[in-house]
C-alpha cells in the first residue's frame, strides 16, 4: 500500500482487526520511510456494480459517493458515526444481493431514503429535498404531509 504522505510505494501493516460492523478489516499500516502512520480498510466486494443515471449515462457504483451523500443529509443530527456505517454497509449488501450488475439510481436513492427514515426524520427530509429535487417549499410542506412527518407540527401553545 502506497504511502499517502510520501509516496513511497510500501508500508508496514502494525495492527489488524474486524471494523465495528464486521464487513471489513480495519488495518493500522506504518511508513517504513517517512515513519507515517495511516489506516486503511478492506471490503469484500460481491460484484462489480453499474448505476444506470436518470440521463441514461452507466457509472460504477461508488461506495465512498453513497457515504457522501449521507454525510450531507445527517450533518449535525445526533446520530452516531458507527450507526451510519452499519446503514451504508447494509445497504450496499442489500445492492449486491438483488444479483443485478446494473441498477437504475433511483433503486438506490429508494433504499437510501429508506434506511434515513428510520434512523431520523431531518435527514430523510434533507435527502428527500436533494433526491426528489424540491424546488419551493410548497413541496417540502406537500412531502411532509404525505409522509406524515409534520403531524404535531404548531400545537404548541
Known amino acids: 500500500m502506497r504511502c499517502p504522505f510520501c509516496g513511497h510505494p510500501e508500508s508496514q501493516v502494525k495492527d489488524s482487526r474486524p471494523s465495528d460492523d464486521g464487513a471489513a478489516i480495519r488495518r493500522r499500516r506504518s ?36 457515504a457522501r451523500s449521507i454525510a450531507i443529509a445527517t450533518r449535525k443530527r445526533p446520530i452516531e458515526a458507527e450507526r451510519i456505517e452499519r446503514m451504508i454497509s447494509l445497504i450496499v ?44 417549499a410548497g413541496e417540502f410542506a406537500t412531502f411532509l404531509g404525505a409522509e406524515g412527518l409534520n403531524e404535531g407540527a404548531g400545537d404548541e401553545p
Open 31 to 66: 511508513c517504513p520511510e517517512c515513519n507515517g502512520r495511516f489506516t486503511t480498510f478492506e471490503r469484500v466486494q460481491l460484484r462489480e456494480l453499474v448505476i444506470l443515471k436518470r440521463s441514461g449515462r452507466r457509472t460504477p457504483f461508488d461506495r465512498d459517493k453513497l
Open 93 to 136: 449488501r442489500q445492492l449486491e444481493s438483488l444479483g443485478e450488475t446494473e441498477l437504475p439510481s433511483s433503486v438506490v436513492g429508494e433504499m437510501v431514503m429508506n434506511q434515513l427514515k428510520q434512523l431520523d426524520d431531518v435527514a430523510y427530509v434533507r435527502y428527500a429535498s436533494v433526491y426528489r429535487d424540491f424546488r419551493e
